[in-house]
């Protein structure tokens, strides 16, 4: 009974390393993924732990994979399921960035059908983009990495911005002159996002 804990601790110990190594994630990064400590995960690559069953499963659906293949012995090529988990992540991506743009393309025909008058039915398209771009921010934060987490941040903080910069433009008859200064509020917001990121990684 020792030996066969023992197989299966260097088991998922070899089979974790090499999924997270072919997901291009740190032990760091891992962790935070699912919610773990990077000691926590440290240990398991050791195999001087195995986490309990909830976390055994929550690891394999990370992975797109099945619990018996964590435990099982380990194969010698490098893990294929990845180009199978980017796939599909990279479709529901685009299948939930579609959908937003489908919602704004019919706001702006419903508006246009319903208000024909209304001249500035564009701007449907420009709430598209924080919209978008706070969607693929969720995905990022859950499957990217902090790189990529912050490069969607800093797409969000500038295009909130321009929408509100555009919506105050064309609402007003004589807008201000100094209306561009509301662009400087993304100056010390996306400092705020590279600091963050800084700490994470620190951290």
Known sequence: MDNQNTDIKNNFAVNVAKLRKAAKLTQVEFAEKINYSDKAVSKWERGEAVPDLYTVKAIADFFDVKVDYLIAEPKAEKPRIFGKLTLKRTVLGLASTATVWLIAVLFFAFIRIIVPSLTNTWLAF???????????????????????????ISVFIWTVILTVYLTIYVSLENPPRNLWEIFLIGIPAQGAAVFWLLYKRVK
């Not at 420009?126 to 499957?143: E, G």
């Open 126 to 152: 420009i709430y598209a983009l924080p919209v978008t771009a706070a969607v693929l921010m969720i995905f990022t934060s859950v499957w990217g990495k902090s790189v990529g987490n912050l490069i969607i």
